[in-house]
């Protein structure tokens, strides 16, 4: 599975931007898919993700309500959308997926990763 992320940019506070993350090779329902950020000298940290299957999804609290994360069956593609964005969600984003069905916040485990996407929010 090779990941493609994009849609990254420069932003200012409150505004919005939706990130797309495209997979190629097959899917399965038991995958899981999920968007990370890295900002400067702090660990990466889970975002938000789901089960191709639709049966779990889920969001790290700082983004809860202003994030949304979906899905283009037909075109294999995950889509981060980033609403009323502040500064301290600046980051390189990644998406990543692992085939276990463990939809889990610790990038440990995740065998495939996106090469990110850089967002940037001016204050």
């Known amino acids: 599975v090779q990941l493609q992320a994009s849609g990254g940019g420069l932003v200012q506070a409150g505004d919005s931007l939706k990130l797309s993350c495209a997979a190629s090779?097959?899917?399965?329902?038991?995958?899981?898919i999920s968007w990370f950020r890295q900002a400067p000298g702090k660990e990466r940290e889970f975002v938000s993700g789901?089960?191709?299957?639709?049966?779990?999804?889920s969001y790290a609290n700082s983004v809860k309500g202003r994030f949304t994360i979906s899905r283009d069956n037909a075109k294999n593609t995950v889509y981060l959308q980033m609403n009323s964005l502040r500064p301290e969600d600046t980051a390189v984003y990644y998406c990543a997926t692992r085939r276990d069905g463990y939809l889990d916040s610790s990038p440990r485990g995740y065998a495939y990763w996106g090469q990110g996407t850089l967002v940037t929010v001016s204050s």
């Open positions: 090779g097959r899917t399965f329902s038991r995958d899981v």
């Open positions: 789901f089960t191709w299957s639709g049966r779990s999804t």
